[in-house]
């Protein structure tokens, strides 16, 4: 933290060979503090001890004066070794550069004491600025659990003041058996992330690491990150989520005339009553979700509970806790409270984990362990658990890669895979857009007590040609915000999102550039085939060729050959 190199040496000093007269000795402290006499090992001798010269004859020189009184030798030592436990403080030091090997100052105990208590100063300062700079409450404690460190964040999140618990055991204040530093100090291995309750209102993630001196713990330090309105909010979302199924008739709320849609439903359908894990697939926003509450209200564990855990939302360090629940007392010693897993909460219902593939590995071989026997530990017991619990997961991610990469547990993997349902992606639907189009307005218009507008045929357009990269999600987004927004009796394209109209582009049904009577038969019944799947997709050439059974290079030939623009 500091250099050496900042020492003050003394370097009001004589060199003087050891048969110096005594006379001699004392004329050099008209001009010196110290005189070094340098023999088989060197002797200082200051200015404040010239005395003791006065005490013998003149005649002897130093040297003789030295054996006669017994003067003890001084350390000569370089600035670096200047810390190191050998260093015979009893005499002042002479400090040599360790290159030339010349003495270039005097330093004396009281100087170096000195010295050090400037250094720890410094070093505090620092450390206490270090401490405030930090976003987290930062507790430090000594051998023996005195607070020695306790900086504003950790005076907010305990609501305890730094004179109110600095020189006192943290146990006074926290039960001993919630405290990590206690096991920071006991055991000396540092903890990183662990999710902590130190007391019944807070929710932390704790980084710890002992203060190590030689092979000797001598403290511990923490970093508590607050993550208490995370687990609030987590709280408040789970109590109110969102219905987006009409519970009577579940799978009719999925609109879709699209083939690959109708398949992912009906196999949904088919499952639905079959109590094995689901896996759901497709891109953010596609309706995972809103499938996985059809699989739920359309089956056997429809009269149970529907809950949801969103694994990318919660700390990796917290989601152990969420799924699985901890034991009375882990946590705090309130020995009446304990928590619930969404395992448990789940109990003769549906579990939906959402985005599975940010579930960190050790949890997920935990959760492994339960889908293969349907039992659980709670964090913190030994006590098995068991729940009937139906498992749907979901991901945007290609499961497959990462478990070849290494980052998806291989056995889960196929355990979640026996049933995979892939929902297709908005724009490879756009045939679907219209419908849903039509849902929304209802829904929106219904829900903010307006009438229901007309669409204008240009925004429809507009609408099927975009690539909607937020998928259903984002066209719900989309009419939501026009509805609220417009109070006109029909949605015009100015309506919508510039980020929307700037990708479009008109399509023109105009045939001009081909007389129909100079067909053949087969050309024109051709003919009237594309202007009809380009009439059902509004225009949009990637629908129309599905809907015609060939590739959009070919559909783009045909375009061209029959004067289509």
């Known amino acids: 933290m500091f250099k050496m190199e900042q020492i003050n040496l003394d370097n009001s000093f004589t060199i003087v060979k050891p048969y110096t007269s005594l006379i001699d000795i004392r004329n050099n402290f008209l001009k010196c503090d110290f005189v070094i006499i340098s023999a088989k090992e060197y002797y200082i001798i200051s200015k404040k001890e010239c005395n003791f010269l006065a005490l013998v004859d003149d005649s002897l020189s130093v040297i003789e ?39 270039i100052g005097i330093i004396t105990a009281n100087q170096w004491v000195q010295h050090l208590e400037l250094k720890n100063e410094e070093l505090s300062a620092y450390f206490s600025t270090l401490a405030e700079t930090i976003n987290d409450a930062v507790t430090a404690v000594d051998q023996e659990g005195k607070v020695i460190c306790w900086n ?6 305990y ?200 579930m960190p590995l050790d949890i997920q071989e935990k959760f492994l362990h339960y889908l293969e026997h ?61 419908k849903l189009v039509e849902q929304f307005i209802q829904e929106f218009s219904s829900k903010y007590k307006k009438p229901i507008p007309k669409i204008a045929s240009e925004v429809i357009t507009i609408l099927v040609n975009y690539e909607w990269p937020g998928n259903v999600r984002e066209l719900r987004n989309v009419v939501e915000r026009v509805i609220l927004l417009n109070d006109e009796n029909i949605i015009k394209s100015n309506h919508l999102q510039k980020n929307i109209t700037s990708n479009y582009y008109v399509h023109n049904g105009d045939i001009s550039g081909m007389h129909e009577t100079s067909l053949q038969e087969e050309e024109k019944e051709e003919l009237f085939i594309i202007q009809e799947a380009l009439s059902k997709t509004y225009g949009n050439k990637s629908a129309a060729a599905k809907l015609l059974g060939m590739s959009r290079g070919t559909l783009y030939n045909k375009i061209k050959e029959y004067g289509l623009n």
């Not at 891109?283 to 739920?296: F, R, V």
């Not at 009937?388 to 291989?410: C, D, P, Y």
Request: aromatic share 6%.
């Open 65 to 103: 004066w030295i054996e006669k009184v017994n003067w003890n030798p001084c350390t000569i030592s370089t600035i670096a070794e200047l810390s190191m436990l050998q260093t015979d403080w009893s005499r002042p030091v002479l400090i040599k550069d360790p290159e030339k090997e010349e003495i």
């Open 152 to 157: 504003t964040v950790a005076e907010g999140t």
């Open 159 to 358: 609501s305890i003041k730094r004179e109110n618990i600095l020189g006192q055991k943290i146990g006074e204040h926290f039960q001993s058996e919630s405290i990590i530093l206690h096991r920071i100090l006991n055991e000396g291995r540092p903890v990183r992330g662990a999710y902590h309750r130190p007391n019944n209102d807070n929710h932390v993630l704790v980084n710890a690491s002992p203060v190590i001196k030689g092979n000797t713990v001598i403290g511990g330090i923490a970093t508590e990150h607050d993550i208490t309105q995370i687990v609030r909010l987590n709280e408040e979302l789970d109590s109110s989520l969102p219905l987006l199924i009409h519970q009577d008739n579940p799978f009719s709320s999925i609109i879709g005339v699209n083939v690959e849609i109708q398949k992912a439903v009906k196999v949904a359908q088919k499952v639905a009553y079959a109590d094995i894990p689901v896996l759901l697939t497709g891109e953010p926003g596609s309706g995972k979700e809103m499938l996985a509450q059809a699989i739920h209200y359309g089956g056997s564990k429809r009269t149970g509970p529907f809950v949801s855990i969103n694994c990318s939302a919660i700390p990796s360090t917290l989601l152990e806790i969420e799924l699985f629940g901890y034991q009375k007392g882990v946590f705090t010693a309130d020995k009446k409270t304990g928590k619930s897993g969404k395992i448990e909460q789940s109990h003769n219902g549906t579990l939906f984990i959402e985005e599975i593939d940010k």
């Open 374 to 434: 349907g039992s659980f530990y709670r964090v913190g017991t030994t006590e098995l658990l068991t729940t009937h619990t139906r498992v749907i997961a979901s991901t945007s991610q290609a499961l497959e890669a990462m478990v070849k990469e290494g980052k998806f547990n291989e056995n889960l993997y196929y355990r979640l895979t026996v049933i995979n349902i892939d929902i297709p992606p908005l724009r490879e639907r756009p045939e679907d857009i219209v």
